[in-house]
């Protein structure tokens, strides 16, 4: 990959994009994880304004502690570059005692990571429509398109996607080069949405490079009984995501009206 010359692309798609929207910015939550770093950082390099939000929902301190290093970073680089920290666990947690118990606490654990999620997202867009900005997404490739490892109309739901055709090897290199703080280089991935420390590699059941080279293979026309050991295991973990999960890759379905009924 050619790392600067997709970095200057990037850059230049986000300008454009927002200069065409009339809008005066990007607004973006902030993780501690690789790919919001990447993300506002691309976003900075606009030299249009930024809003980085932090908005912990019981989150761990380490995720904390990476996410306000990286915007301290951000604005000692950038003078565009403002800050907002909104805590939303005690709003997370009264939307919790207002809803209809259960018997089984576990059985609505990924219901709950979910509104975690969706509750970012209306956040986001109360600062973006106040400000006039546009929501920037953090998902990859792989995440986006291959698996599907998002919440829909939570991480899902943005304005633009400046890394969405990336691999997560390629948001590396361009993290690397950007020369973003070692600390979210070498973090696991995760999204944050547990309350505690499992990875994305926990819940997927393999890793992004992994999964990069299932989603070639599958390009390629593969499928289970090509491989065998670990690389069968992977292909077919990718294979039941992406199936899983492809009412989030395509186009909402509209019940169409033949015309004889209108």
Request: overall charge negative; proline content about 3%; hydrophobic content about 40%.
């Amino acid at each position: 990959m050619q790392t600067e010359k997709v970095i200057d692309h990037i850059v230049d798609w986000l300008k454009d994009y927002a200069d065409n929207a009339g809008l005066k910015g990007f607004t973006i939550g902030i993780s501690g994880g690789i790919d919001s770093a990447v993300t506002s950082t691309l976003c900075a390099k606009t030299g249009l304004e930024l809003l980085c939000l932090e908005m912990p929902i019981h989150q761990a301190t380490n995720q904390i502690g990476r996410a306000s290093n990286h915007i301290d970073w951000l604005q000692h680089n950038f003078d565009n570059v403002k800050r907002q920290q909104v805590n939303l666990t005690p709003i997370f947690d009264s939307f919790i005692a207002e809803l209809p118990k259960v018997d089984n606490e576990e059985s609505r654990f990924l219901t709950l990571a979910n509104a975690r999620a969706r509750l970012r997202m209306t956040t986001l867009y109360y600062f973006a429509a106040l400000e006039g900005y546009l929501v920037a997404g953090t998902g990859n490739k792989v995440e986006d398109f291959g698996v599907g490892f998002y919440t829909k109309y939570g991480d899902g739901g943005v304005d633009l996607s400046p890394i969405a055709d990336l691999l997560k090897t390629e948001v590396y290199e361009i993290a690397r080069f950007l020369g973003i703080n070692s600390e979210v280089i070498e973090a696991a991935p995760t999204d944050g949405l547990w309350g505690d420390d499992r990875t994305d590699e926990d819940q997927i059941g393999a890793s992004y490079p992994e999964l990069e080279w299932a989603m070639k293979m599958s390009g390629e026309g593969k499928s289970v009984s090509d491989f065998v050991g670990r690389e069968k295991e992977v292909f077919r973990i990718y294979k039941k995501l992406n199936s899983a999960n492809q009412h989030k890759m395509v186009p909402i379905p509209v019940c169409e009206i033949p015309e004889m009924l209108k």
